[in-house]
């Protein structure tokens, strides 16, 4: 053991006290931390802090895009639903219309035939009539001069006249009457 | 006893040198003088390693935006997993923002630091001198201890880390010395001397491989089949080496953080 | 052949940290294989289990070098 301390004293202990390099490391690594303390950490927790919060932010953004879309996506088929609606509504109204305005134009196409013929039947009807009485007139005359001229007879009389031929029509009539209610 | 025959042989021409704490000593070899003071590699590694590191963070964070470029989407992801991972995970998302600088600080320089094992041309593990391990653990047992007597006062805080609960109070003459033995004074020494062991010893293994497969070489006969495949092991190991260069770090800080997160602890 | 009987004292005291710490990992990879969703919380037992186990580890490395 002597040996080995008298050796020590040559060559230094391996754990034995530097107080240099105690020193210098203490205020080595003192300065280190320094320098990180006031340069290094503020830096990057404020990085940090800034990318958490831009991550965040950017999320909490595309969020209320998303709502926003979906609200605005809702609203437009809403839109559109209703608009199909409205659409199914006006079609049944214009074939109600449609089938109403037939109905009446019909009603009416109707109403004026049957006016149209009415009219004609009556106009035929005051025609024949009026025809009845030049006829019945001209007739009377016509009898009356060719009557004479075959009788001979003077008819020149007007109340002689007018009795013949009253009296030759009314038999006409009663002759005919089957013939002229076919011709009505 | 060791090095002095080591040293003895070396200089008789024959044998080998077999690397041992000497070869962590600089003190005998600075690089340069400052202000009477003899600056050794392993100083201006650490400094080198703090620069790197502030360096790193600065350029990622000084045109910081909310869309990241390739350099800042790495020092996010490089911040994010200590803030996260370690500060978040294990102090409780209530307040582990104040401390978030200080574990990712600490994360880094001992990453960077570490990594220098590995880096050409530096290949020394700045944290394989003890006082520099020393140094971050000191602190960190001021940090925790400071943070739990800051929240429950010193008899409460004292109370809290050295009365367990759930043990009826029998026990308390044989735990109480015990959990303050290892909650207050075995934690800081146990933290810097787990970062200091692990790149010590890795440091220690990768020259004994690299330096000895050379000597089996230079020796010849059977040294020309062993020599080779100590560097194949060398190899080997520096890959090792770089999972435990990370998993120093990490635990260190995980650690750290771990205890600042029992001494804020309301009842445990 | 020359060495420190320290040395030898601590791998000694290295096994018992050492089974320890192995023990704790495999519980804790079966914990994890039986239930992935408290990878989480056991994560930070484990480590803490770990610490505590290779602070026997280290208090040798310590001692090793001191004596």
């Given at each position: 053991m002597t040996d080995h301390i008298v050796v020590a004293a040559a060559v230094e202990n391996p754990l034995g006290f530097v107080p240099v390099e105690f020193a210098l490391s203490l205020v080595t690594f003192g300065i280190l931390f320094f320098l990180i303390w006031k340069f290094v950490a503020p830096r990057f927790e404020q990085t940090f802090a800034e990318r958490t919060q831009a991550i965040e932010g950017g999320i909490a953004a595309a969020e209320s895009k998303q709502a926003e879309a979906d609200a605005k996506l809702a609203e437009l088929e809403k839109q559109l639903g209703d608009a199909r609606h409205e659409a199914a509504r006006i079609r049944e109204e214009a074939r109600e219309q449609g089938a109403r305005i037939v109905a009446e134009m019909r009603e009416t196409a109707q109403a004026e035939s049957s006016r149209i013929v009415e009219h004609g039947k009556a106009q035929i009807e005051a025609e024949r009539q009026q025809a009845i009485t030049s006829l019945r007139a001209e007739v009377g005359t016509l009898a009356t001069g060719l009557a004479g001229r075959i009788v001979?007879?003077?008819?020149?009389d007007e109340a002689r006249q007018s009795r013949v031929v009253e009296r030759f029509l009314t038999d006409l009539e009663a002759q005919n009457g089957t013939t002229t209610g076919s011709v009505n | 006893m060791t090095m002095k025959t080591g040293i003895t042989m070396a200089a008789e021409g024959e044998g080998y040198v077999a690397p041992g704490p000497a070869s962590f000593d600089f003190s005998e070899v600075p690089l340069f003088e400052l202000g009477g003071l003899a600056v050794t590699k392993p100083m201006v590694q650490l400094v080198l390693g703090a620069v790197i590191v502030f360096a790193f963070f600065y350029a990622a964070f000084?045109?910081?935006?909310?869309?990241?470029?390739r350099l800042q989407f790495a020092g996010e992801a490089a911040y994010g997993m200590v803030r996260n991972s370690i500060g978040r995970d294990i102090?409780?998302?209530?307040?582990f923002a104040k401390f978030v600088p200080y574990l990712v600080a600490l994360f880094f320089f001992l990453l960077i630091n570490n990594a220098f094992a590995s880096i050409p041309a530096i290949q020394?593990?700045?944290?394989?001198?003890a006082s520099m391990a020393y140094a971050l653990a000191g602190l960190s047992w001021v940090i925790y201890n400071g943070v739990g007597i800051h929240k429950h006062g010193l008899i409460g805080y004292l109370k809290l880390q050295s009365v367990p609960s759930g043990?009826?109070?029998?026990?308390y003459p044989l735990l109480v010395p015990l959990e303050f033995f290892s909650n207050i004074l075995v934690r800081p020494a146990t933290l810097a001397l787990r970062l200091f062991a692990n790149m010590f010893a890795g440091h220690l293994l990768l020259i004994l491989f690299s330096t000895g497969g050379l000597f089996l070489i230079e020796y010849g006969g059977i040294g020309y089949v062993a020599g080779p495949l100590a560097w194949v092991l060398a190899i080997a190991i520096s890959f090792l080496e770089l999972l435990v260069q990370f998993l120093q770090a990490y635990v260190f800080t995980l650690l750290n953080a771990m205890y600042i997160s029992g001494a804020l602890a309301d009842e445990h | 052949m020359d060495g420190n009987l320290n040395m030898i004292g601590y791998g000694l005291a290295a096994i018992g940290p050492g089974v320890g710490i192995g023990l704790i990992f495999a519980a804790y990879i079966s914990g994890v294989a039986r239930q992935p969703e408290a990878q989480g919380r056991l994560q930070s037992i484990a480590i803490l289990g770990f610490a505590l186990a290779e602070a026997l580890a280290i208090i040798g490395i310590a001692l090793a070098f001191v004596l």
């Open positions: 001979g007879e003077s008819l020149e | 000084r045109r910081a935006s909310i869309v990241p470029g102090i409780g998302s209530k307040d020394f593990p700045t944290f394989s001198r043990v009826s109070p029998v026990m | -």
